[in-house]
């Protein structure tokens, strides 16, 4: 069975600084990867996908994100954070073909220091 | 990306009533639609499948009765949370599936925020 596992529940960065949010999952063919971001009372954004191909995926906002088949490991980054980044950011697993559903992680919670 | 469409954003309904949540594809004919729930500060847990002119499948622990969902056509899916209260209060997202790129990729809709008082 699919699952996605984000270690962290919460991060706190400054400013211009560098982040990482960490995203491990469980799949038993070629996975498909999504973060997506929430913010308080909204809905979700889709930030970046990884279907097939160059393992270094490029999002929206300045965000990426490298998929690592020998750690099972879909981590996010931005060189350098934004107060408007703070948010719940979501990795999910599978979302495409007839019979897959999407399986998201416990989320992430990104606070950003002034 | 293709467009999913909820409605209500947001509902505040009398405990014991019913409230109905439509999901609309708006611009693609979804046959697969999926409904998630998230309480506040967690993430989304799958409810349920809908499938088009099909009866829904649904996740382990679901109330099937509680949660009732049509799929009546190939851009309407509706879940109606019957007999309402107050631990029915979340925020419900639902999903259509767009196979008409070839990938089946799935497009989330903004969201329905149900408070029950």
């Known amino acids: 069975a699919q699952s996605v596992t984000q270690p962290d529940i919460h991060i706190t960065v400054s400013e211009g600084a560098s982040l990482e949010l960490r995203c491990n999952y469980s799949y038993g063919a070629t996975p498909y990867l999504f973060w997506y971001v929430q913010s308080p009372g909204q809905g979700l954004q889709l930030l970046l996908k990884?279907?097939?191909?160059?393992?270094l995926v490029q999002g929206i906002k300045g965000f990426e994100a490298e998929f690592k088949r020998s750690q099972s490991s879909f981590n996010l980054r931005k060189p350098s954070v934004h107060w408007s980044d703070a948010a719940e950011y979501f990795c999910?697993?599978?979302?495409?073909?007839?019979?897959?559903?999407?399986?998201f992680g416990a989320g992430t919670r990104l606070t950003v220091k002034p | 990306g293709a467009v999913v469409s909820q409605h209500p954003s947001w509902v505040i309904c009398k405990s014991g009533t019913s409230v109905k949540i439509e999901c609309r594809s708006l611009?693609?004919?979804?046959?697969?639609m999926f409904w998630y729930r998230q309480f506040p500060k967690q993430s989304l847990m799958l409810m349920a499948t809908?499938?088009?002119?099909?009866?829904?499948?649904?996740e382990q622990g679901v109330e099937k009765d509680k949660f009732l969902i049509n799929h009546a056509s190939l851009t309407l899916s509706t879940l109606t949370v019957t007999s309402a209260h107050p631990e029915d209060s979340s925020f419900y997202i639902c999903s259509a599936r767009d196979t008409s790129s070839g990938k089946g990729e799935l497009f989330f809709g903004e969201g329905s925020r149900l408070t029950v008082l």
């Open positions: 999910a697993v599978g979302g495409l073909g007839n019979n897959n559903d999407m399986r």
């Open positions: 809908s499938n088009e002119g099909s009866k829904a499948t649904y």
């Open positions: 990884y279907f097939s191909g160059d393992t």
């Open positions: 611009d693609f004919q979804a046959t697969t």
